[in-house]
């Protein structure tokens, strides 16, 4: 049997499927209030119009791309976090975790500057009229904003879950979600004295959420006892450009994995522009059901690479092997669930989002391909995180390399512009890219992992 599962008791799998969900479902609750944002975001530009929905999307997809990208190589520090807790090294992960924080800090500015320089060529190329085009540049400014923001709250957020703490980040991002309600209501509609913004008013209260996001976290990490002994704020500590290096190695593999996957529904929602609003607007909405979803078994591939991570760092290979097995058939069983949701209700989760009835018939259509990925997507992305706990980086960079661009966009354009297929050739190869990634994925965890124990396991004899 695949990871050996079959050779451990019923009462060790239970004990070790109640750890994953212990650390799961804070990030869970955490993760799907930050996506949620984005949900707030299109509903209430939804409810605007049309085409500040367009706008919204359109914008929503170029900053996605790269908020995902550099939360990828943010990614980095949570396995380096966790090795160092599970070895025992309490003082060098504070000064890790000090350094993780300018690393956000380079990585945001950076990411904002690009943001700003994609506005212009980007409302170029999409052409759809001066209104949409200008909800679209406006948004991509005010949302730029944020991004310093949300990377130093990314190494606060790895610090927290790498020493077992996700519940503080669950708070934070509940009451951040809470906060961008009324922030959109505010400056999309201009309510008390603040100008009518329109969609673009989605971008600049998800910026102020981004903000929040990092100073309350910050906050809560300086101030609680449990933290105290890594001594995070100890002291003033300039960058250290040699661990600033090793973080950027480790994580460009991580950040350009998020890139191809997240690139690969944003070309496709580019390439689709041209066939309308409503087809723009239906894989908006689709997008954002699907990414709430998604948020199940990332969750529990953050808490797998964590507990990975942390019998790594011990040097317990063996349990390393075992507890990614476990977090498999965890995100299996889950994604069989979601899948079913899908199918049985697919247009009355459409139609939350939007009252036209043309754009909930084709999401509801759209969400059929959804379906049929739940399992491969979950399969891919939870044996991506298990591999990150090992820091095996490199090949499932690759491995997403060709699924994604190589069967996924490659496939998407054949199918969907060549053989006129439209959205649904797209969401074929989509089908194709995912289930691809996952058998890659699972069997090079497989054959590492395998490696590793056999290693402690001579050892040890």
Request: charged fraction near 10%.
């Given at each position: 049997?695949?990871?050996?599962?079959?050779?451990?008791?019923?009462?060790?799998?239970?004990?070790?499927?109640?750890?994953?969900?212990?650390?799961?479902?804070?990030?869970?609750?955490?993760?799907?209030?930050?996506?949620?944002?984005?949900?707030?975001?299109?509903?209430?530009?939804?409810?605007?119009?049309?085409?500040?929905?367009?706008?919204?999307?359109?914008?929503?997809?170029?900053?996605?791309?790269?908020?995902?990208?550099?939360?990828?190589?943010m990614?980095?520090?949570?396995?380096?976090?966790?090795?160092?807790?599970?070895?025992?090294?309490?003082?060098?992960?504070?000064?890790?975790?000090?350094?993780?924080?300018?690393?956000?800090?380079?990585?945001?500015?950076?990411?904002?500057?690009?943001?700003?320089?994609?506005?212009?060529?980007?409302?170029?190329?999409?052409?759809?009229?001066?209104?949409?085009?200008?909800?679209?540049?406006?948004?991509?400014?005010?949302?730029?904003?944020g991004?310093?923001?949300?990377?130093?709250?990314?190494?606060?957020?790895?610090?927290?879950?790498?020493?077992?703490?996700p519940?503080?980040?669950?708070?934070?991002?509940?009451?951040?979600?809470?906060?961008?309600?009324?922030?959109?209501?505010?400056?999309?509609?201009?309510?008390?004295?603040?100008?009518?913004?329109?969609?673009?008013?989605?971008?600049?209260?998800?910026?102020?959420?981004?903000?929040?996001?990092?100073?309350?976290?910050?906050?809560?990490?300086?101030?609680?006892?449990?933290?105290?002994?890594?001594?995070?704020?100890?002291?003033?500590?300039?960058?250290?450009?040699?661990?600033?290096?090793?973080?950027?190695?480790?994580?460009?593999?991580?950040?350009?994995s998020?890139?191809?996957e997240?690139s690969?529904?944003?070309?496709?929602?580019?390439?689709?522009?041209?066939?309308?609003?409503?087809?723009?607007?239906?894989?908006?909405?689709?997008?954002?059901?699907?990414?709430?979803?998604?948020?199940?078994?990332?969750?529990?591939?953050?808490?797998?690479?964590?507990?990975?991570?942390?019998?790594?760092?011990?040097?317990?290979?063996?349990?390393?092997?075992?507890?990614?097995?476990?977090?498999?058939?965890?995100?299996?069983?889950?994604?069989?669930?979601?899948?079913?949701?899908?199918?049985?209700?697919?247009?009355?989760?459409?139609?939350?989002?939007?009252?036209?009835?043309?754009?909930?018939?084709?999401?509801?259509?759209l969400?059929?391909?959804?379906?049929?990925?739940?399992?491969?997507d979950?399969?891919?992305?939870?044996a991506?995180?298990?591999?990150?706990?090992?820091?095996?980086?490199?090949?499932?960079?690759?491995?997403?390399?060709?699924?994604?661009?190589?069967?996924?966009?490659?496939?998407?354009?054949?199918?969907?512009?060549?053989?006129?297929?439209?959205?649904?050739?797209?969401?074929?190869?989509?089908?194709?890219?995912?289930?691809?990634?996952?058998?890659?994925?699972?069997?090079?965890?497989?054959?590492?992992?395998?490696?590793?124990?056999?290693?402690?396991?001579?050892?040890?004899?």
């Amino acid at each position: 049997m695949l990871f050996e599962l079959n050779l451990h008791g019923r009462g060790e799998l239970w004990a070790e499927c109640r750890r994953l969900l212990r650390l799961a479902l804070p990030i869970l609750v955490a993760q799907a209030a930050q996506v949620g944002v984005g949900v707030v975001d299109t509903v209430m530009a939804g409810h605007a119009s049309a085409n500040d929905l367009a706008g919204v999307a359109l914008g929503s997809n170029v900053f996605i791309t790269l908020y995902i990208t550099f939360l990828g190589v943010m990614t980095a520090l949570q396995p380096i976090l966790a090795q160092l807790y599970g070895a025992g090294k309490t003082t060098e992960i504070g000064e890790q975790g000090r350094q993780g924080l300018w690393f956000g800090l380079f990585l945001g500015i950076l990411g904002m500057l690009l943001l700003w320089a994609l506005i212009k060529p980007m409302q170029h190329w999409l052409n759809m009229g001066t209104y949409v085009d200008g909800v679209f540049g406006q948004f991509v400014f005010f949302i730029a904003l944020g991004m310093p923001a949300a990377m130093i709250h990314r190494a606060f957020y790895a610090f927290a879950s790498s020493l077992n703490r996700p519940k503080p980040i669950m708070v934070v991002s509940l009451i951040a979600l809470l906060l961008n309600i009324p922030l959109n209501y505010i400056f999309v509609y201009g309510k008390y004295g603040m100008p009518e913004l329109g969609g673009a008013g989605c971008g600049l209260a998800s910026a102020i959420c981004f903000w929040f996001n990092a100073i309350v976290l910050g906050i809560y990490v300086v101030r609680q006892r449990y933290f105290a002994p890594f001594a995070l704020f100890a002291r003033f500590e300039r960058p250290r450009w040699r661990v600033q290096a090793s973080l950027l190695r480790l994580g460009i593999p991580i950040g350009m994995s998020f890139f191809l996957e997240v690139s690969l529904f944003t070309f496709i929602s580019l390439l689709i522009a041209r066939f309308g609003v409503t087809q723009v607007a239906a894989q908006q909405v689709v997008i954002s059901i699907t990414s709430l979803i998604y948020m199940l078994p990332q969750s529990v591939g953050i808490a797998l690479a964590v507990c990975v991570g942390q019998a790594v760092g011990a040097r317990k290979w063996q349990r390393a092997r075992f507890v990614s097995g476990v977090g498999l058939s965890m995100g299996l069983l889950g994604a069989c669930f979601t899948g079913v949701l899908l199918l049985l209700f697919r247009h009355f989760w459409v139609g939350l989002y939007t009252a036209d009835q043309e754009v909930v018939l084709l999401g509801g259509t759209l969400l059929i391909f959804a379906a049929v990925f739940q399992l491969s997507d979950a399969t891919q992305t939870i044996a991506s995180y298990a591999l990150r706990g090992y820091k095996l980086t490199k090949i499932p960079m690759l491995i997403h390399a060709f699924s994604f661009w190589g069967l996924g966009l490659g496939f998407g354009c054949l199918f969907g512009l060549y053989f006129g297929m439209a959205l649904y050739g797209f969401w074929l190869a989509l089908v194709l890219a995912l289930t691809g990634a996952a058998v890659a994925l699972v069997w090079y965890l497989h054959r590492q992992s395998e490696r590793f124990a056999l290693m402690q396991a001579e050892k040890e004899s």
